[in-house]
C-alpha cells in the first residue's frame, strides 16, 4: 500500500484545526486505499487540549532534535509527500519539503492560492504545477492515478530482486 507523509505547517496554529484537517487527510487517502503517515499524531501529545489551545511555536532543542530525526525517518519510509498547507508553509514544512526531494520522494501541494497563482514564489517554480491542487480531495485522486501503478512496478520489481536472499534470523 502507497505510504503517504502528511507535512504542513503546524506551529502558531489551533490544535483542533490541525487535527481536523488531518483527519480529513487520512480519511480521503484511506478512501483510495492509501495509507496515510501522520507525524503529528505522535506530536499532538504536546500541543495541549480545548477550543483555544495552539501548536507551540517554541519547544525544547532536544525535543525538536527527537522530533526531526523521526520525522526524516517517516519520509524516508514513504512513498510521496503531501503538503497539506503549501499557502502557509512553515521552515520545518520547506525542510521535509526538500529532505523528500533530495531522497527522490514525489512532492504534491494542496494550496488554493498558490494553485491558482494569487500566491506566487519559490515553491511554485520550484515544484511542478502539475503536482499542485486547491483540494486534498483532488491531490490524493492525482496521487492515485500518478503513483500507484508506478509503486506497484518497484514492488514487483523489488519482490523479484530478493526473492532468492537469504532471510533473516
Given at each position: 500500500m502507497l505510504r503517504v507523509y502528511m507535512?504542513?505547517?503546524l506551529a502558531g496554529r489551533y490544535a483542533a484545526e490541525v487535527t481536523a484537517e488531518r483527519?480529513?487527510?487520512n480519511r480521503?487517502?484511506?478512501k483510495h486505499g492509501l495509507r496515510g503517515i501522520d507525524p503529528a499524531e505522535a506530536q499532538s501529545?504536546?500541543?495541549g487540549s480545548g477550543k483555544k489551545a495552539k501548536v507551540s511555536?517554541?519547544?525544547k532543542r532536544k525535543v525538536m532534535e527527537t522530533m526531526v530525526k523521526r520525522d526524516k525517518t517517516l519520509v524516508r519510509k514513504s512513498?510521496?509527500?503531501l503538503v497539506l498547507t503549501s499557502d502557509i508553509i512553515s521552515d520545518g514544512t520547506y525542510r521535509e519539503m526538500d529532505f523528500a526531494q533530495r531522497c527522490e520522494i514525489p512532492v504534491v501541494l494542496v494550496g488554493p492560492k498558490r494553485y491558482s497563482e494569487e500566491l506566487m514564489g519559490w515553491t511554485n517554480i520550484l515544484f511542478p504545477k502539475s503536482h499542485t491542487f486547491p483540494t486534498i480531495e483532488k491531490a490524493v485522486s492525482f496521487i492515485k492515478r500518478k503513483y500507484v501503478k508506478e509503486y506497484?512496478?518497484?514492488k514487483k520489481y523489488f519482490n523479484l530482486a530478493v526473492r532468492k536472499a537469504p532471510k533473516e534470523k
Open positions: 507535512s504542513g505547517c483527519a480529513e487527510a480521503i487517502l484511506a501529545a504536546l500541543w511555536k517554541s519547544m512513498d510521496i509527500l506497484d512496478a518497484q
